[in-house]
């Protein structure tokens, strides 16, 4: 495991320390809830930790629901002294589904450049972890992205400057083109129709082999049982048609992210398939004083075996806001 840092290492007590929580003191996390952020959409959410202790912001990357935010990493978190906050995206899990059409043409027209009406962008997914602060009552968030997750977590950092105390991007880029792109064997996997539980089931299987940290590799017992927890949540094919489409016409970020200023960590599998580590490398290299963590054999994925150090060094960067 490499680190490129430019800041240094402390934060609240790592495990173990006198400083941590004891063993139920954190309020057992609730249950799921649902927030009306407008007409046609609707945000299901969950939260870990004491409401009065700083907001911590997960969000999950293209067609994941919030349970692929381990319960575990959660409530380590938690344990750490914040209140973190889980929550499926639009178009994913027991959130709404949106308007909007996007067929395969226009998922092409993209890739190659070529504009399209796509039917929301991560500007409005911004909007969306916003609005659950602002229900929350936290006026500030340490925020935390994975994939898209990050590039929205980029996003609102950008965009809500005074609403964003920390930031961590994990496994994400910045939007420009010649980073951060895709195994191109990975394409026709992404673009499987998926009709039944089972066929869902099993594409994910295979697409969670070919994607998966080769260091850390999950058994195929636990990538189904993650599959059939996500299609029983809710899966849409149209929903992460739309997403892709906000992802395809993302702009380029690099200029916004060599404005901020702020606490930044970025982490990036050196085995990363689904976005290439040049992404993150790019990320790190645009927000000054970032910390870059490069993790050797791990791919597109949170591998439970390195929840600690995740937990370790989230914690150590959203301890710079103070």
């Not at 927030?35 to 994941?64: I, K, N, R």
């Not at 599998?269 to 050797?296: F, N, W």
Request: hydrophobic residues 40%; glycine residues 10%; neutral net charge.
């Amino acid at each position: 495991m490499t680190a490129d840092q430019g800041t240094s290492h402390h934060g609240h007590p790592a495990a173990g320390d006198p400083g941590l929580r004891g063993a139920g003191t954190v309020p057992a996390p609730t249950e799921e809830r649902f927030l009306q952020v407008s007409d046609d959409l609707e945000l299901c959410y969950q939260t870990f930790g004491d409401p009065q202790d700083e907001a911590m912001l997960l969000v999950m990357g293209l067609g994941g629901p919030m349970t692929w935010w381990d319960p575990e990493f959660c409530r380590r978190l938690a344990d750490r002294g914040y209140h973190v906050i889980r929550y499926d995206n639009r178009d994913t899990g027991r959130s709404s589904r949106v308007p909007g059409r996007v067929g395969h043409r226009h998922i092409v027209r993209a890739f190659l450049g070529r504009p399209i009406e796509a039917p929301y962008s991560l500007v409005d997914m911004a909007h969306d972890g916003i609005a659950l602060l602002d229900h929350l009552g936290h006026r500030t968030a340490h925020v935390v992205g994975v994939s898209m997750g990050g590039m929205i977590a980029q996003t609102m950092a950008a965009h809500f400057r005074d609403r964003v105390a920390s930031l961590t991007s994990i496994m994400s880029t910045t939007g420009r083109r010649t980073v951060g792109w895709q195994d191109p064997r990975l394409a026709p996997m992404m673009l499987v129709q998926r009709s039944s539980r089972e066929a869902y089931i099993g594409t994910s299987a295979k697409l969670w082999k070919m994607i998966g940290s080769p260091a850390y590799p999950d058994t195929e017992e636990a990538v189904k049982e993650r599959a059939a927890e996500t299609w029983d949540r809710g899966v849409s094919r149209a929903g992460v048609a739309r997403q892709i489409a906000a992802i395809l016409t993302q702009p380029d970020r690099t200029r916004e992210l060599r404005t901020l200023d702020l606490p930044a960590l970025v982490v990036h599998g050196l085995a990363d398939k689904m976005v290439h580590v040049s992404g993150g490398r790019a990320t790190a290299r645009a927000i000054a004083g970032a910390e870059l963590l490069l993790v050797p054999g791990m791919g597109h994925d949170l591998p439970g075996a390195l929840t600690e150090t995740f937990v370790d060094a989230i914690d150590r960067n959203a301890a710079r806001a103070r």
